[in-house]
Every structure is written in structure tokens, then in C-alpha cells.
């Protein structure tokens, strides 16, 4: 492992001439984002993935302009759907996602493994991966995880906002100190199948239990360093370290909330202030969970679209720190555009991502640690989930 002090003192000066075209070194790499959240988006506004509506982040035209190679499409199901069916909506929004890239089959193409995306990159077309965003999608039953798998799902966080049936959240209280049994086998069949684990959004103690049972690298698909801004969501340096040590990576988040401690002080204060206005809401559309997430979401991108975004170069100081930290194996990009409503100034859509390369070179990174952070070492911990996965495949 590779433990340095300052980016800037690193002997990188030879390389950075090198390489100074940022925008060649953009082109050249595989840009793999680990997180977005347009299935959600799409259901409040209504788009398609070829529409380019106001606010939106992730959108084929802005994919492609930034140049952006691969994609984890997040399956998210709020948990208001539970009468309703965690699994059945899972589905639904799964299938929506298919349909979206079959209409498009010029632009964009399902990968289900590192070679499809290598291979879709190569022709000039996105490559759309799929993950679920919260383990209660599962419906407490490993039949639909393999089924999801079938289907073309390749990353799951365990957890969203909040704890499910069987391991704690960051977001919500906890019930199991980490993981109950249950969670466990879940960890182990995702091993098998070679379904990526994702620690975003999931308790410390659950983290923990992540680290200890599974034999495979994970990833948090959305997440920034705790040491910089000290909420639950965010890694303290002993997880990524550990992350790391199993050969895991951190995709570092655009959203404010993650990125400054102003910002999220601020985001903080004004979510408390709605609360009344988030409870009539719940009442209001009690047995309507699509409309209710409809409702929330308008109130919460109300919110970030009030308060100052942070710079770009806030995304650029968590690499860093990551990357001092435990080396430039372990960082990666998890955008979350889509499931926020306000990016940092300068990054405020998928089509700014080459700005984010030219940060990284003005910073002195050389041209394969940047192709290592816009995408190869995401690339690289699929790739070992493949390679440790099981004979099964359905």
C-alpha cells in the first residue's frame, strides 16, 4: 500500500508535462461513474433517457458530450413502497432502465461484465450498467438477488437511508449492531454470484461486518472522506483503509452535503425546518408512494437549490485525501447526479466530466493515475468480483 503526504510533493512534476493535455487523457480514458440516479429523477419528471429536460443531470446528449464511457444506472425504491412490493417496483424500474437502453440501441448498450464495457466503449457507445440502491428491494428472499443478477444487476448497496430487515444504515437507527444473519447470507451469495458489495449509505458496524465476511473487494458506489466533513454517511480513514486493504475503492460523491461541512450544516438546518411540511406530505399521499416520492423529492432539490454550491475543486480535495491516504488505487467517481439537486459549480451535469479531468491534471496527477480514478480501478474491483465469483451462472 502506498501511504504519501501531500499530493503536491509527490515527483509527479515529469509525468504532469507529460500529460497536460487533459483533454486527450479524457478522451483516452474509460470515464465510469458508479452512481446515478436518473430512474428516479425520470419517474418525477416523466423523461426518457434521450430527453434533456431543465435540471437534469444524467441524460444521453450530457453522457455523451462528457464523454462519459459507463454508467451504474441505481435501481432506487423508497421505502414507502413497502406494502407495495420492495421486489415488484425493483422490477418495474429495471425494466423501465432495459427499455431505455433498447430505444437507444445506437447510443447505449447493457453491459453485464468488465468485457462488455471495454468492448461498447470501444464502439463509441455507453455502456449502462444496473445496481439496487437499498437491500429491502430483495424483499428479505436471495431468489429475487439472483434474479436481479439475471437480469443484468452487477452492484447493490445494502442499505439506503434506511436499516432494513437485516443490516443497519447510516441514515436511520440502528436494530442489528451491524448485520443479523440473514445479511450475512446476503453477502455471500452476492461473493457467489460476483455481484459487487456497495458499503454507501450502510451503518459503521455494518461496514464492519462487510469487511469481515466478505471475499471480495467492495466499493462504496457514492461516499466521500469523513475526516473532511464529519457525517455518518461519509468513511472515516480507518474504513478506507480497511477498503482499501481488501482491495476495495472509494467512488467520491458530487453531492455538497458530502463534500463541505458549510453546506451540509445548512442542508441540515433547512430539512429539519420542513419537517412539518415532510409530515403532511406523508398523510397526504399515504397510499400513493409514487406520488408521495414525487412530492419529497420536489422539497428536498428545493432545498439544495438554496444554499451555495461548493467549487469543483471540493470533489478534487476528497480524491486527494483518499488517494494520501491509501494510494491511487483506491479512488474512484460516484457522481449521484440525479439524486441531488445541486452539484458543485463547474461539475453540474454528466457533460462537464472532462472539467474534472482538467482539475485532476492542474492538480499534478499523471495521466494513469487519472485513467486509474475516472474509471480503471472501478473497472479493476468488478473485474475481481468475476474472477472470485462462483461456477454458477445463470
Not at 438477488?145 to 437485516?166: A, E, I, K, P
Not at 483503509?241 to 442542508?267: H, I, K, W
Request: glycine letters at 8%; proline letters at 3%.
Amino acid at each position: 500500500m502506498w501511504l504519501a503526504g501531500s499530493v503536491a510533493n509527490c515527483a509527479w512534476s515529469v509525468a504532469y508535462s507529460q500529460g497536460g493535455d487533459s483533454a486527450r487523457i479524457h478522451e483516452a480514458a474509460i470515464v465510469f461513474d458508479a452512481h446515478s440516479d436518473f430512474l428516479d429523477r425520470a419517474v418525477v419528471d416523466g423523461s426518457t433517457l434521450a430527453d434533456d429536460p431543465d435540471g437534469a443531470q444524467t441524460t444521453l446528449a450530457k453522457l455523451e458530450s462528457g464523454q462519459v464511457d459507463a454508467q451504474f444506472f441505481a435501481v432506487f425504491v423508497p421505502p414507502a413502497f413497502r406494502d407495495y412490493g420492495y421486489a415488484q417496483r425493483s422490477y418495474e424500474l429495471i425494466d423501465r432502465m432495459v427499455q431505455e437502453i433498447e430505444r437507444n440501441a445506437e447510443r447505449i448498450e447493457h453491459a453485464k461484465s468488465v468485457a462488455d464495457v471495454r468492448r461498447i466503449a470501444a464502439t463509441g457507445k455507453i455502456a449502462a450498467l444496473l445496481s439496487i440502491e437499498g437491500g429491502h428491494s430483495l424483499d428479505n428472499r436471495l431468489e429475487h438477488l439472483r434474479n436481479f443478477y439475471r437480469l443484468g444487476v452487477r452492484s447493490m448497496t445494502l442499505t439506503w437511508s434506511n436499516t432494513n430487515d437485516w443490516a443497519d444504515s447510516s441514515g436511520d437507527s440502528g436494530r442489528w449492531s451491524g448485520m443479523n444473519d440473514f445479511g450475512v447470507e446476503v453477502v455471500a451469495e452476492m461473493n457467489r454470484l460476483g455481484m459487487v458489495i456497495d458499503v454507501s449509505h450502510v451503518a459503521e458496524d455494518t461496514f464492519w461486518d462487510v469487511i469481515s465476511n466478505s471475499r471480495s473487494p467492495v466499493i462504496a458506489s457514492h461516499s466521500a472522506a469523513r475526516a473532511l466533513v464529519d457525517v455518518d454517511y461519509n468513511l472515516s480513514d480507518d474504513m478506507i483503509v480497511a477498503l482499501a486493504q481488501a482491495g476495495g475503492l472509494v467512488n467520491v460523491s458530487f453531492f455538497g452535503g458530502y463534500l463541505r461541512p458549510e453546506f451540509d450544516a445548512q442542508y441540515e438546518s433547512a430539512i429539519d425546518a420542513a419537517a412539518a411540511e415532510f409530515k403532511q406530505l406523508g398523510a397526504r399521499y399515504l397510499n400513493d408512494p409514487i406520488a408521495l416520492d414525487i412530492a419529497q423529492w420536489d422539497v428536498e432539490k428545493r432545498i439544495e437549490r438554496s444554499i451555495p454550491r461548493p467549487p469543483l475543486s471540493a470533489v478534487v480535495e476528497h480524491i486527494d485525501h483518499i488517494v494520501n491516504l491509501v494510494g491511487i488505487d483506491h479512488a474512484g467517481l460516484g457522481s449521484d447526479f440525479d439524486g441531488m439537486g445541486s452539484a458543485p459549480t463547474g461539475l453540474e451535469h454528466a457533460g462537464m466530466m472532462a472539467a474534472l479531468t482538467q482539475a485532476l491534471v492542474g492538480r499534478g496527477y499523471d495521466e494513469v493515475s487519472i485513467r486509474k480514478i475516472l474509471g480503471e480501478n472501478l473497472l479493476r474491483v468488478i473485474a475481481e468480483n468475476e474472477r472470485r465469483a462462483g461456477d454458477w451462472r445463470p
